[in-house]
Nanobody, 121 residues
């Protein structure tokens, strides 16, 4: 079993910053990719940012230049630094990890429970 525990969401004014964290634990040999998604009610979940174990990062166009994803492989933890927040960044943010439980295992995808980010105007 793999668990992802998120923290760092909350309420912030437009222009402010928040930092999300997500720690993975359990049956983990390695984590290929860690990422953040977001979802509004009755909408599809969308990718915000992702980072490989080697540190290669990718971002949605809507957050480029404002959000930074990073990870600590030793701690199986991924972070999302969100700056210059806008009201349209108001979503539930979900952590995601693509995990191998053994050296030759196939990968499995896991999700955190979600954390609310609300940006007021």
């Amino acid at each position: 079993q793999v668990q992802l525990v998120e923290s760092g969401g909350g309420l912030v004014q437009a222009g402010g910053s928040l930092r999300l964290s997500c720690a993975a634990s359990g049956s983990i040999f390695s984590i290929d990719v860690m990422g953040w998604y977001r979802q509004a009610p009755d909408k599809q979940r969308e990718l915000v940012a992702a980072i490989t174990s080697g540190g290669s990062a990718s971002y949605a166009d809507s957050v480029k230049g404002r959000f930074t994803i990073s990870r600590d492989n030793a701690k199986n933890t991924v972070y999302l630094q969100m700056n210059s927040l806008k009201p349209e960044d108001t979503y539930v943010y979900y952590c995601n990890a693509v995990v191998r439980s053994g050296e030759y295992s196939s990968t499995t995808r896991h999700w955190g429970q979600g954390t609310q980010v609300t940006v007021s105007s």
